[in-house]
């Protein structure tokens, strides 16, 4: 009986303890074990009490376990409303089976938006490793393009070099050719002038000696005759000796120009052939052929593409290149009579640029002064004492 009193008692001190922390949720329980117990002891009054309390705390608080077994012990305790305890009972349960079945479904849903919401992060993952592959293809592909045409233009800087220093090349050809033909023709007119010497002026004094000598100490009227006609034809071979002689003084003293031939036999070979009137007008003073060889060779080329520019698009009738010397500077005209142009209008061919590269490789400046109607005129200037660039226009300028 004493264990029983203790039974009790721990019951009820449990329930107040739970009542001071207010622990709600865990009451409906304690009174389940106390109405137990009292059902136990033949108590039905106070086990009801204690159902009922428990039964009230339960409904407050959403315990439906507890009031599952409050229940369950009520169709026990009272039996004359076990029947409404019974379908209460009944109600819970499908109220139960209900909310699992919500607690199911928004588990499901739940698992359901989780695996959702795996896929997408799965499938944004591929995305952005796509983006990446994609942004990574497009930079390398970038990189390559820049590569590409970084080597496409030095490549095209490389042939524009190559060609210039081929035309280079072939105009140096040219003034050696013209070299060799003006060489040619000093070394002509040098056995003219020795054949003149031998066979003319030496026959005729050997003749004129071998005269004196047969008359030497007759002093007969024929002889004095004879005497007479030997000297007039001596004074005849001195006149000749004389025209040699000037022939000879003029050729020591005439400048011939290599530099100036190859820009005479350039405007007959373009101008001339295309039906051209065209004029050279140079310093004769100055020293064309001690210009240094690069500067010779793109002058050379600057004046054919100022040449080849006028036949193709000026309509003129007429050219002019005109060439000045100083000691600092060398001065290019080429002017022609031309339909002309405007200038902000016109577009930079590949002739001009040239041009431009030529005149930039000399350190010097050119101009275009033009207008419709009133033809063109390309000024060129260039320093002359300009060092050369590359070794071998070193060695072009040596053998010019």
């Avoid at 209008?345 to 275009?368: D, F, H, M, T, Y």
């Amino acid at each position: 009986m004493g264990n029983l009193e203790d039974v009790e008692s721990n019951y009820l001190e449990a329930l107040q303890i739970r009542e001071e922390l207010g622990e709600t949720r865990n009451l409906p329980r304690s009174n389940y074990f106390l109405a137990e117990y009292y059902w136990d002891q033949r108590d039905t009054a106070r086990a009801r009490e204690h159902l009922q309390e428990g039964k009230r705390i339960a409904l407050e608080t959403e315990e439906l376990d507890g009031l599952q077994d409050i229940l369950k012990l009520q169709m026990l305790v009272d039996r004359e409303n076990s029947a409404q305890y019974g379908l209460e009972l009944s109600e819970l349960k499908d109220s139960l089976i209900q909310e699992e079945r919500l607690l199911r479904d928004k588990f499901a849903r739940v698992r359901y938006q989780t695996d959702q919401y795996i896929a997408e992060n799965q499938f944004l993952s591929r995305q952005r490793m796509m983006w990446i592959w994609v942004t990574a293809g497009i930079v390398l592909l970038g990189m390559a393009l820049l590569v590409i045409i970084n080597q496409r233009i030095r490549n095209q800087k490389l042939r524009f070099l190559q060609q210039q220093q081929e035309a280079n090349q072939e105009i140096f050809n040219l003034m050696l050719t013209q070299n060799e033909k003006i060489e040619e023709g000093k070394q002509e007119e040098q056995k003219r002038i020795s054949e003149e010497l031998h066979d003319g002026v030496l026959g005729e004094m050997n003749g004129i000696r071998m005269v004196l000598l047969g008359l030497n100490g007759k002093e007969d009227e024929k002889s004095v005759s004879l005497r007479a006609q030997a000297i007039e034809k001596l004074k005849s071979v001195q006149e000749e000796i004389r025209g040699i002689s000037h022939a000879l003084s003029d050729a020591a003293y005439q400048k011939f120009s290599n530099f100036i031939v190859s820009i005479e036999d350039l405007l007959e070979s373009t101008a001339g052939t295309a039906g051209l009137e065209h004029q050279l007008d140079f310093d004769r003073e100055a020293d064309w052929d001690g210009v240094s060889g690069e500067i010779k060779i793109n002058l050379y080329r600057i004046i054919q593409e100022c040449l080849q520019n006028t036949i193709k698009h000026a309509r003129a009738n007429k050219v002019v290149v005109e060439l000045q010397a100083s000691e600092n500077t060398l001065v290019a005209r080429i002017c022609d009579d031309g339909r002309g142009f405007h200038k902000r209008r016109g577009k930079r061919g590949i002739g001009q640029k040239n041009i431009a590269s030529r005149v930039q490789r000399l350190g010097g400046q050119w101009e275009i002064a033009s207008s419709p109607g009133s033809g063109t005129e390309i000024r060129i200037t260039i320093p002359r004492g300009r060092s050369l660039q590359s070794p071998s226009n070193e060695v072009l300028e040596g053998m010019l």
